[in-house]
């Protein structure tokens, strides 16, 4: 059963464009969204967060939506850097549990 | 910057044996996690530790994995008998509250391969 789903497994961007990462999830009770980047060899890294009573939280180049509604949310990059180019995890979690990943997307910036 | 450690960084065993993997929290957190992530797939949460025993595990957790905290460093996850499907990337993460809007910072993996 997957709770949390990141239906693109890659997505190609030119440098300098907007590089949007989707991720819908099913249970409408997490409280909690966050969004990972992992290089090869290394542990995923915290990159972004969103609590479930806001629709949108802003850092530098990155911005996360939600969309309770439609049980989605999106991670936009803006603009892209060759550097961007990892795999990005969406997690949800409930207060107290642990985090529940997607599969990944795999970014690719291309200079 | 403080962040988790984690080793061996590849480790390779035989089918039917035991491993054990280790890591070292942030110094100040307070609740460890191990996930795994088998080749392509994604992130799966395995275990969640608190004051010294399990706060939430997860179906993969089963009765051949544990876990410890054998000192006030160290957090280990034993595989007693392992497995070909065993084969994975292991992190561990930690965090110092278990608050929704806390995250986890996680280590860079040790990758087991059961040969």
């Known amino acids: 059963d997957q709770q949390v789903k990141q239906n693109s497994p890659s997505l190609s961007v030119q440098e300098g464009r907007i590089s949007i990462l989707n991720c819908d999830y099913t249970?409408?009770?997490?409280?909690?969204f966050l969004w990972y980047k992992k290089y090869p060899a290394e542990g995923p890294t915290f990159l972004i967060s969103?609590?479930?009573?806001?629709d949108k939280n802003e850092d530098g180049r990155f911005t996360v939506f939600l969309n309770k509604s439609a049980k989605h949310l999106s991670l936009h990059i803006v603009p892209s850097q060759p550097g961007d180019s990892a795999v990005y995890f969406c997690a949800a979690r409930l207060a107290g549990t642990a985090l529940i990943f997607g599969k990944g997307t795999t970014l690719s910036v291309s200079s | 910057e403080p962040e988790v450690t984690q080793t061996p960084s590849h480790q390779v065993t035989q089918m039917g044996q035991e491993v054990i993997l280790r890591c070292v929290p942030i110094?100040?957190?307070?609740?460890f996690y191990w996930y795994r992530q088998i080749l392509g797939q994604k992130v799966e949460f395995l275990v969640s530790f608190y004051n010294n025993e399990i706060s939430e595990k997860s179906e993969i957790f089963d009765d051949q994995f544990s876990v410890e905290r054998p000192d006030g460093s160290n957090f280990t996850l034993k595989i007693r008998s392992t497995k070909l499907e065993d084969s994975a990337m292991y992190f561990c993460a930690s965090s110092d509250s278990d608050t929704v809007n806390t995250e986890a910072f996680f280590g860079q993996g040790t990758r087991l391969t059961v040969v």
């Open positions: 969103i609590s479930s009573i806001k």
């Open positions: 249970n409408s009770m997490f409280d909690y």
């Open positions: 110094s100040n957190h307070l609740y």
